[in-house]
């Protein structure tokens, strides 16, 4: 069975502070995915990124950055430099097994404060 | 691209009604759609999976005879949410994907209030 643990439910920072979503997964499957979403108020879901499990490359998409570690089945998103606009729920997903279906975490609730 | 266009966004309707929510894929074709459903402050749970032709096969706990899924073509499956009554009262999402390994796409999401 799939399972996503993000462990922070809540948090809360001031703008321009780096902040760090932490993401634990277990799977038995060699192939998976994993994704962050962001959810803003109004709803709807965001497609941030998604990682394949055999590449291991960190990657950086301007404030964003995610670090994904297979010996600690971690997969990690920063935001650096923080803006009230990220402010949102943040959800971590993994995808694998027969019909690739998504797992996801709790979320974490994300206020940045002027 | 990759776009999935979902509605209503927001149904308010009287308890015993029921309402039927669209997921369409607008410029691709969804072999398979997913249904979810959020409530506050929760992840989302994942409903049922459709894909084109067959039957959803739903998640267990799932009543179907209460959350009917008709997928009938690539491009649009509809969940209907039969004699509503408060308790189902959430925020159905649905998404969409190409393919088995593809990422899903998802739509803006139906807030269901039944009063």
């Known amino acids: 069975a799939q399972k996503v643990t993000q462990a922070q439910t809540e948090i809360s920072v001031v703008e321009k502070e780096d902040v760090t979503l932490d993401c634990v997964y277990e799977?038995?499957?060699?192939?998976?995915?994993l994704f962050w979403y962001k959810q803003p108020p109004s709803g709807e879901l965001v497609f941030l990124i998604r990682r394949n499990s055999f590449d291991e490359q960190n990657e950086i998409s301007g404030r964003y950055s995610w670090n994904f570690q297979k010996s600690t089945s971690s997969f990690n998103f920063t935001i650096t430099a923080s803006q009230v606009v990220d402010s949102a729920v943040y959800f971590c997903?993994?995808?694998?097994?027969?019909?690739?279906?998504?797992?996801f975490g709790k979320g974490t609730l994300l206020t940045v404060n002027p | 691209g990759a776009v999935v266009s979902q509605h209503p966004s927001r149904v308010i309707c009287k308890s015993g009604t029921s309402v039927k929510i669209e997921c369409r894929s607008l410029d691709f074709q969804a072999t398979t759609m997913f249904w979810y459903r959020q409530f506050p402050k929760q992840s989302l749970m994942l409903m049922a999976t459709?894909?084109?032709?067959?039957?959803?096969?739903?998640e267990q706990g799932v009543e179907k005879d209460k959350f009917l899924i008709n997928h009938a073509s690539l491009t649009l499956s509809t969940l209907t949410v039969t004699s509503a009554h408060p308790e189902d009262s959430s925020f159905y999402i649905c998404?969409?994907?190409?393919?088995?390994?593809?990422?899903?796409?998802f739509g803006d999401g139906t807030r269901l209030s039944i009063l």
């Open positions: 459709s894909n084109e032709g067959s039957k959803a096969t739903y």
């Open positions: 799977t038995r499957d060699t192939t998976y995915y």
């Open positions: 998404s969409a994907r190409v393919g088995l390994d593809q990422p899903q796409h």
């Open positions: 997903a993994l995808s694998g097994g027969s019909n690739y279906k998504l797992t």
